[in-house]
């Protein structure tokens, strides 16, 4: 933890951290990692995002894949929770509605290990600030 | 194709790990508070904010900027800035979904209203049924008074500001700002006269400045990308985006954030898929309990404050229920108008009676016992609850019912007339008939009414007693030949 006590000391901490993250995401960094978010609002939980959270994470390791899985908020599909977004060094970020633990294992295994397109895609279908 | 969402308010949701500040950090989390602080007088933050042309998100739709200039020209020695996270309209989840998602971004706008106004002390009024979105809230606000930015000499300024929660019970009329002081002092949950407005004699009777959720999560994104930006967005006199939450018969249920200005055809049909199973639309339902329902004519006009109300609507704070051939137009009313009766706090006998005895119109017209001056009398009645009712609830409760009537007045004109519901929904007017031609006399419906109401021999066609049957369709779902229908 770390107090921040001016508006430079912020702006230095956004810079690093972003730069963490795009190393995080380049492919060319050989810390590079696969990002696994799981949407975990209520809503989520009560479709049952838990579990494929859980799921993702133990089976991630176990198949010995290198990977970071983290919770977030609302993804905003909820007719289509729980919903993951899996992002591959390299590639655009790709999030999957419907997940259960039995399409997390598809997951892990077609369009993570082989990088084969599987089914259940969500086309993101707005405009962020950024790119605004 | 053009995409036709914007997500402004959404924009960290489902993006960032909520109960991890340094993810708030790296998405320009809490530069915006840092610029204002730094660089910035509370004047011309202010001024920022209202030439942004933000309005309020919670329904009123009221200038934010104007709302936070006159809390800061009152002089007092303690004031308050408030979050209203009393989201209670049936079916809107918009609040939860941002404090679930993005806490951090409610909390900078807090501290830089805070800073603006002259307030070192914000509340935030949650209800309790918010569990996780309270835990991450509570999670966030341990970390901001960590790393700084609640606290005292925040980011090295002098600013000082802090947060606490208040929890409320969950009763609608709470999201009235006065209502929702009250209900914070420890009073009863009831609303008081305006003026004084809050901004002048609020909580504790300091200059209270009381702004909902989605307002503040746009705060600090106006700060950073300026307020050109942000009224380069929208419709002349609503600028921005709305988080509307899209349910009912439709294909793509979901959180939405759009333009201000986007038609309800491009939500409903673009972004929401359209109907389910190729239903034919009917109405949609916007603003909740104190909006109204549109229909097939209104779906291109562009949503705002001010052509939503001119359609007979209103903006609320962005609940949108889309309908099809199958709902009752005088039963969603009735639905709805249950509801305020449920909700009212009693305080003025316009509402309190008033909405109660608009409701057992209601009933009665469901019920098959309407008569023409039911009618005029829903209408005279629903003017006079809006014209002197003491708070917003009240003004805006006969909504629901003076839309319909506007919009739907055939579908009340059959009930009452003709003593039919179109859409099957109201028991007391259906009639359960069997088809002598098409009954084979097989007793299967006859043995599987609940009431034993319906009689035939074998082989012959059957009957059902219209004062013994109590509707339940049992019969018709099992009859093999199609031989039963609704009158």
């Known amino acids: 933890m770390t107090r921040i006590t001016s508006l430079k000391d912020l702006q230095r901490l956004r810079d690093d951290l972003k730069a963490q993250t795009s190393a995080r995401s380049d492919k060319a960094n050989p810390d590079s990692i696969i990002q696994v978010k799981v949407a975990m609002a209520t809503c989520g939980i009560a479709s049952g995002a838990r579990p494929v959270m859980d799921y993702m994470k133990e089976e991630l390791e176990k198949r010995n894949i290198h990977a970071l899985v983290t919770q977030t908020g609302c993804m905003c599909y909820c007719y289509a929770e729980p919903t993951i977004e899996v992002t591959i060094p390299g590639k655009e970020p790709v999030v999957f509605g419907f997940v259960t633990t039995k399409k997390a294992d598809e997951i892990i295994e077609r369009y993570i290990r082989k990088g084969e397109t599987v089914e259940g895609i969500i086309a993101r279908d707005y405009e962020t600030i950024d790119s605004k | ?487």
């Open chain 2, 1 to 487: 194709m053009a995409k036709k969402q914007l997500r402004i308010a959404l924009r960290n949701c489902g993006v960032i790990d909520p109960e991890r500040i340094e993810e708030y950090i790296e998405r320009d989390g809490y530069l915006a508070l840092g610029k204002v602080l730094t660089e910035l007088s509370p004047e011309a933050a202010i001024e920022i904010i209202k030439k942004s042309g933000l309005r309020g998100r919670g329904g009123g739709g009221f200038s934010t900027g104007l709302k936070w200039d006159i809390t800061r020209r009152v002089k007092a020695d303690q004031k308050y800035v408030v979050c209203n996270a009393d989201e209670g309209d049936p079916g809107a989840f918009m609040d939860r979904s941002v404090l679930e998602g993005d806490p951090h971004s409610v909390i900078e706008a807090m501290a830089i209203n805070g800073y603006c106004t002259g307030a070192s002390k914000g509340l935030v009024y949650i209800r309790a049924e918010y569990p996780l979105a309270i835990e991450r809230l509570k999670i966030a606000m341990k970390q901001a008074s960590e790393w700084g930015f609640l606290g005292t000499n925040i980011l090295g300024t002098g600013f000082n500001f802090e947060i606490e929660i208040r929890y409320g019970a969950g009763a609608f009329v709470c999201g009235e700002e006065t209502a929702l002081i009250h209900s914070m002092e420890g009073l009863r949950g009831e609303p008081t006269v305006k003026p004084p407005f809050p901004s002048e004699s609020g909580y504790l009777e300091k200059p209270t400045n009381v702004n909902n959720v989605e307002t503040y999560a746009n705060v600090p994104v106006i700060i950073n990308k300026g307020w050109e930006w942000f009224a380069g967005i929208g419709t002349e006199k609503s600028k921005g985006t709305k988080v509307f939450a899209l349910a009912g018969k439709i294909n793509k249920v979901g959180l939405i954030e759009v333009p201000m200005g986007t038609t309800l055809r491009e939500v409903i049909f673009e972004i929401g898929g359209g109907l389910q199973d190729g239903a034919t639309f009917k109405a949609v339902q916007t603003g909740g309990p104190s909006g109204g329902c549109l229909m097939e004519k209104h779906l291109d006009i562009p949503i705002d404050y001010d052509n939503l109300i001119a359609a007979g609507s209103m903006m609320g704070s962005g609940g949108m229920i889309v309908m099809d051939d199958a709902n009752c137009m005088v039963s969603i009313a009735k639905f709805y108008l249950e509801f305020t009766v449920e909700e009212s706090c009693g305080k003025c006998s316009p509402c309190r009676i008033g909405n109660k005895r608009l409701f057992e119109l209601l009933e009665k017209i469901t019920g098959g016992n309407g008569t023409p001056e039911d009618l005029d009398k829903l209408r005279n009645l629903s003017h006079v609850i809006k014209d002197t009712s003491l708070c917003g609830l009240g003004q805006t409760s006969p909504n629901p019912v003076l839309s319909t009537l506007e919009n739907f007045y055939e579908e009340y004109r059959e009930h009452v007339f003709d003593k039919k519901c179109r859409s099957s929904v109201c028991k007391s007017l259906m009639m359960y008939i069997i088809d002598a031609e098409k009954c084979i006399g097989c007793t299967l419906c006859a043995r599987n009414c609940p009431v034993n109401a319906i009689t035939g021999e074998r082989k012959l066609a059957h009957y059902i007693d219209p004062e013994k049957c109590i509707k339940c369709g049992a019969c018709m779902e099992k009859c093999k030949f199609g031989a039963i229908f609704i009158n």
